[in-house]
């Protein structure tokens, strides 16, 4: 089959204003950007607060409906994955110092990215899954799979890939939420690995980086104002470099707001580059070893990121994140927090009475498109089921990429996207031997 035949292209996404209509609707303003910190919202909270104490885990406790962004963690997590271009750049970059310094601008590049309000992500269920594809401006397209593989603790288990570009993302978000009083935190454990297939390092293997997140803070939401902060540390490694980025949190008396600062290193400890700056508005970096002076790495307000394109809403499967949360999502934004509570409820009550029946015949649960680690070296819990040959064709990429689960538009699903990623990966490696 020709490539051009596997690919199909510029399709609309769903929820989304299309061209015609993007006038008429510039002066709406999204929901996810206003605080609803109305008398109703407050009552709500205030009804939850006998249930906190600091330190406690916040995923058993049922939150608020108008603290809820339109869109689930699974979609939330492409946040990250929509600056193409700058990851582009960094794989073309041949010197490794400078490929490393163009992956840390990458991965910075998208935490910008939120609703202007304080809202999180909606709680993927147990087996949601999102999928979504990226034309891209080098006509290329890249491909991302996730399902939410677990429940307590909540992990969200995702795979990206640009096949053409030999570039591949693997990884697993575990946020554990925290009530600390006048603030709450999602400790965000998990990580992230990035590879670039035709790329060696020193041992032979593709040239991997592996890349963890800073934690993130809503404060004010007893009193105050609220707003968001991610604090703590951002570690990015890869076999010769090193950095560790701190996300500074304002202090009561002094500091700023958003600030970060990190020291770009090699594994012996040799400083070359500095970052500064703040990760919503302009990062900066300063060569160590030529001691120039700083230059913008990344202007956040003149970036324009590249959103993900999704299949037609009734294209999707009932646990397909848009489609399941779309009652909820409608709701959240005409701002009617009744609906969005019951049509919310309705979806985890039947969580429960799925996890019920399991208990009862013994049957565990297991994804359907990632299956467990293989080796105790690898990085992550789950990967993709699919093993995508590295020596192979892209087309060859392209077609196993595109049988993991629909993605494009006017594929279909088929009796085997049933089976557990696991089964289908054993059956996949019987099949290649």
């Not at 909606?122 to 034309?135: A, I, M, R, S």
Request: hydrophobic share 35%; aromatic share 10%; charged share 25%.
């Amino acid at each position: 089959m020709p490539l051009n035949k596997l690919k199909t292209r510029s399709a609309a996404v769903p929820g989304e204003p299309s061209s015609a209509t993007n006038a008429s609707s510039r002066s709406l303003v999204d929901t996810d950007d206003i605080d609803e910190n109305d008398e109703s919202g407050q009552s709500i909270l205030l009804g939850i607060i006998s249930q906190l104490k600091p330190g406690c885990d916040l995923s058993r406790i049922t939150l608020p409906t108008f603290i809820l962004e339109k869109k689930s963690m699974l979609e939330r997590i492409t946040n990250q994955l929509q600056f193409p271009d700058i990851l582009l750049e960094a794989h073309q970059e041949k010197d490794d110092l400078m490929r490393f310094v163009g992956v840390v601008k990458w991965y910075l590049s998208g935490w910008h990215i939120a609703p202007k309000a304080v809202k999180k992500p909606l709680n993927p269920v147990l087996g949601e899954h999102f999928t979504c594809y990226w034309d891209l401006p080098n006509k290329q397209q890249a491909f991302y799979f996730s399902e939410q593989t677990s429940h307590h603790p909540p992990k969200s288990s995702y795979f990206y890939m640009i096949p053409e570009s030999n570039i591949r993302v693997d990884g697993t978000t575990v946020p554990k939420s925290k009530f600390l009083g006048n603030s709450t935190a999602a400790m965000m454990e998990g990580l992230t690995v990035l590879q670039f297939l035709d790329i060696q390092d020193s041992e032979g293997h593709p040239e991997k980086f592996t890349l963890t997140q800073p934690n993130m803070y809503a404060r004010g939401i007893l009193f105050g104002k609220m707003r968001i902060e991610l604090g703590d540390h951002m570690v990015i490694k890869s076999s010769q470099h090193k950095v560790d980025i701190e996300f500074k949190t304002k202090g009561f008396i002094s500091g700023t707001y958003d600030a970060i600062e990190g020291t770009i290193k090699d594994q012996a400890g040799n400083e070359y580059f500095e970052i500064s700056g703040k990760w919503n508005d302009i990062i900066y970096i300063r060569d160590l070893q030529k001691k120039t002076p700083k230059t913008v790495l990344f202007d956040a307000s003149k970036a324009a990121p590249l959103k993900p394109l999704v299949r037609p809403l009734e294209e999707q499967g009932n646990f397909e994140s848009r489609k399941l949360w779309k009652k909820v999502t409608d709701a959240l934004a005409a701002r009617d927090h009744a609906t969005a509570t019951e049509e919310k409820f309705k979806i985890e009550d039947y969580q429960r009475t799925l996890a019920k029946k399991r208990a009862e015949s013994g049957s565990p649960f297991l994804p359907k498109l990632f299956r467990p680690a293989s080796r105790q070296s690898d990085d992550l819990e789950f990967y993709i089921y699919k093993d995508i040959p590295e020596g192979g064709s892209h087309e060859d990429q392209i077609r196993s990429i595109l049988e993991i689960a629909p993605v494009l538009p006017g594929q279909k699903f088929t009796e085997k996207f049933e089976v557990p990623g696991q089964q289908k990966h054993k059956v996949q490696k019987q099949n290649s031997t």
